[in-house]
């Protein structure tokens, strides 16, 4: 987080953006989503950076991490970042002040592309906008509101006389039922 990437034009970096600082929760700080970080030089840099906690070293940000993705994705100017949940979820974490910021363009456009690609693995893209989801699937986004642990989320499609159609069901979670 802030400040860690390289900093050469070839290569995405951290430079003008402190967005994790804001949209993602530490719990060695006990900072919640969405609230900047008592430690964030807003815009600039960790004023810690030394001594910031693990989970702050270990953050894995889209943006950082691939480089193909379009310079429009930098969190700072999409205002949304981009995580990985395992291999079957691509997670869009919107800040809270740009609710809408996923559904303009060329994001929106960007998503569904995504999207397609991600069912052909029956993975998902999810769109948190402070404590809703939404998963935006190939044909339609379905919004799913506020999902406790004690849910999980299974991909669906189902053949119909006009083609497959896709979807995502809530079932109960075998680990914390
Ligand atoms: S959101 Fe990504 S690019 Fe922005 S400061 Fe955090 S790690 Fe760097
Ligand atoms: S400790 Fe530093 S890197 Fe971690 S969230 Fe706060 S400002 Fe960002």
Redesign the pocket.
Known sequence: ?????PTTAQH???DG?????K?MGIAELSKPRNQWCPNCDVGKACKIYAERPQSCRD?D?I??LDDTLAEHW???RSRM?LTRYQAARLCVHVDPDRPDAWRKEPYYSDLKAWSRIAAQSRSMIAVYVGENLTIVLPDRDKFLGNVNADKQMRFVTRSTPKGVEYDVELVDNPVTS
């Open positions: 987080m802030s400040g860690s990437a995405h970096s951290c953006c402190t967005m994790c600082c949209i953050f940000c943006y950082l930098k969190p700072s970042v």
